[in-house]
């Protein structure tokens, strides 16, 4: 292009941009009409309360044992659905069984004394209480009437056997008795058992022919009473009192069955209700002490969102029932509609502010959202 064509191009636009600012247009583009902005007022935003939460299960609990012990098995994992009662985690009981036998067997004992007693006495027992006073009347009879021909003749025979042994024993003594070992001999220790056995016929012989004394007599006599108030308490039935006390020794008896049965049941850890474990934070040989979480759990069929920063200028705003707007940081951009079903009476202490713990249920969640994700709710306190 050459000199002469660009000057023209020039001349040309100088003079389209003249007419165009003559007209008016360029006066609208340094002057352009202003465009109406939306009114937005700060009572909308008053309306609105929001907070975060964590998506945690209706039901859940962080389980551990009463008792201490070693862990002798194991019986779920991580990410196990278990039964309400489903066996989760068991301790070594060798000796808390031990004791549950022990108190079985005091139970039976008692229930078996009580039982006695309710029965009364057996015809044997009331048999052998006979033959003993029986017994105990003929040697009252043989007392008082002394000693017989029979029973005379008979001593005199056991005194004259017991002479004629210690005359053999000291016939046999004297040929060592000069001994200075003597007393180690076998004669030494034959004669001194036939002077005792000599000194005790003499005696019984004595006896027999003097007669009984008013001390053998009352002996004899005591004895007949006693065996009369034997067989009169076998015969009769228990007393009220017996059987209390029968009872009472059989209730305790089984308190502390029931005391030993708990403490055996301690080892055991049972799901307190149907669910998912969540975590197993011990393994087998391990020691557990009572108190310390083992096995967490949850119902994760049903969820709900609980808050933890409702401040307190907003509480008063919230009411059971309202519908709120939940988003969750897994699902961005998707709404889930929630209704507050609980509000705590009480703040909880959190760093920052006093706040107050809210719980949002929902009639649907999402399958793909799990325990412990954010949410993050909006109420319009004015719907």
Same mark, same amino acid.
């Not at 229930?111 to 006073?133: F, M, V």
């Not at 036939?194 to 005790?200: G, L, P, S």
């Given at each position: 292009?050459?000199?002469?064509?660009?000057?023209?191009?020039?001349?040309?636009?100088?003079?389209?941009?003249?007419?165009?600012?003559?007209?008016?247009?360029?006066?609208?583009?340094?002057?352009?009409?202003?465009?109406?902005?939306?009114?937005?007022?700060?009572?909308?935003?008053?309306?609105?309360?929001?907070?975060?939460?964590?998506?945690?299960?209706?039901?859940?609990?962080?389980?551990?044992?009463?008792?201490?012990?070693?862990?002798?098995?194991?019986?779920?994992?991580?990410?196990?659905?278990?039964?309400?009662?489903?066996?989760?985690?068991?301790?070594?009981?060798?000796?808390?069984?031990?004791?549950?036998?022990?108190?079985?067997?005091?139970?039976?004992?008692?229930?078996?004394?009580?039982?006695?007693?309710?029965?009364?006495?057996?015809?044997?027992?009331?048999?052998?209480?006979?033959?003993?006073?029986?017994?105990?009347?003929?040697?009252?009879?043989?007392?008082?009437? $002394? #000693? !017989?021909? *029979? %029973? &005379?003749?008979? =001593?005199? +025979?056991?005194?004259?056997? /017991?002479?004629?042994? @210690?005359?053999?024993?000291?016939?046999?003594?004297?040929?060592?008795?000069?001994?200075?070992?003597?007393?180690?001999?076998?004669?030494?220790?034959?004669?001194?058992?036939?002077?005792?056995?000599?000194?005790?016929?003499?005696?019984?012989?004595?006896?027999?022919?003097? $007669? #009984? !004394?008013? *001390? %053998? &007599?009352?002996? =004899?006599? +005591?004895?007949?009473?006693? /065996?009369?108030?034997? @067989?009169?308490?076998?015969?009769?039935?228990?007393?009220?009192?017996?059987?209390?006390?029968?009872?009472?020794?059989?209730?305790?008896?089984?308190?502390?069955?029931?005391?030993?049965?708990?403490?055996?049941?301690?080892?055991?850890?049972?799901?307190?209700?149907?669910?998912?474990?969540?975590?197993?934070?011990?393994?087998?040989?391990?020691?557990?002490?009572?108190?310390?979480?083992?096995?967490?759990?949850?119902?994760?069929?049903?969820?709900?969102?609980?808050?933890?920063?409702?401040?307190?200028?907003?509480?008063?705003?919230?009411?059971?029932?309202?519908?709120?707007?939940?988003?969750?940081?897994?699902?961005?951009?998707?709404?889930?509609?929630?209704?507050?079903?609980?509000?705590?009476?009480?703040?909880?202490?959190?760093?920052?502010?006093?706040?107050?713990?809210?719980?949002?249920?929902?009639?649907?969640?999402?399958?793909?959202?799990?325990?412990?994700?954010?949410?993050?709710?909006?109420?319009?306190?004015?719907?």
């Amino acid at each position: 292009m050459n000199t002469r064509n660009i000057v023209i191009g020039i001349v040309i636009l100088v003079i389209l941009g003249f007419g165009f600012f003559t007209v008016g247009g360029g006066q609208s583009m340094l002057n352009p009409k202003p465009t109406p902005a939306p009114v937005v007022t700060t009572t909308d935003y008053e309306n609105i309360v929001t907070a975060s939460g964590t998506l945690v299960p209706v039901k859940r609990a962080n389980l551990g044992f009463k008792i201490g012990g070693e862990v002798k098995r194991i019986a779920v994992q991580t990410g196990d659905t278990v039964d309400q009662d489903a066996m989760l985690v068991q301790l070594d009981a060798v000796e808390l069984n031990a004791g549950v036998d022990q108190a079985k067997a005091a139970v039976a004992l008692a229930q078996a004394g009580l039982d006695q007693l309710k029965a009364g006495a057996s015809k044997e027992d009331i048999a052998a209480a006979e033959a003993a006073l029986n017994t105990a009347r003929t040697q009252l009879a043989k007392v008082r009437a $002394g #000693a !017989t021909a *029979e %029973d &005379i003749a008979a =001593a005199k +025979a056991t005194l004259d056997r /017991a002479t004629s042994a @210690l005359k053999d024993a000291q016939s046999e003594y004297d040929k060592i008795k000069s001994d200075p070992a003597a007393g180690m001999y076998p004669q030494s220790i034959a004669y001194q058992a036939a002077t005792e056995q000599y000194r005790i016929a003499e005696a019984r012989y004595l006896q027999v022919v003097k $007669g #009984a !004394t008013p *001390e %053998d &007599i009352r002996i =004899a006599e +005591a004895g007949v009473a006693t /065996a009369q108030a034997n @067989l009169d308490r076998v015969k009769a039935q228990a007393r009220p009192a017996e059987i209390a006390a029968a009872q009472a020794r059989l209730d305790q008896a089984q308190a502390a069955l029931r005391q030993a049965q708990s403490a055996a049941a301690s080892a055991n850890l049972t799901a307190p209700f149907a669910g998912t474990v969540a975590a197993v934070n011990v393994r087998v040989g391990e020691m557990v002490v009572p108190g310390v979480t083992v096995i967490t759990l949850g119902d994760i069929k049903n969820l709900r969102l609980e808050t933890d920063d409702l401040s307190e200028t907003n509480i008063a705003k919230v009411k059971l029932g309202q519908s709120v707007d939940v988003t969750f940081e897994a699902l961005p951009g998707k709404i889930h509609k929630g209704k507050i079903t609980f509000i705590a009476p009480i703040s909880s202490a959190k760093a920052g502010g006093t706040n107050y713990t809210v719980y949002v249920e929902f009639d649907q969640l999402d399958p793909v959202l799990r325990w412990g994700m954010t949410g993050h709710i909006e109420i319009n306190t004015k719907q």
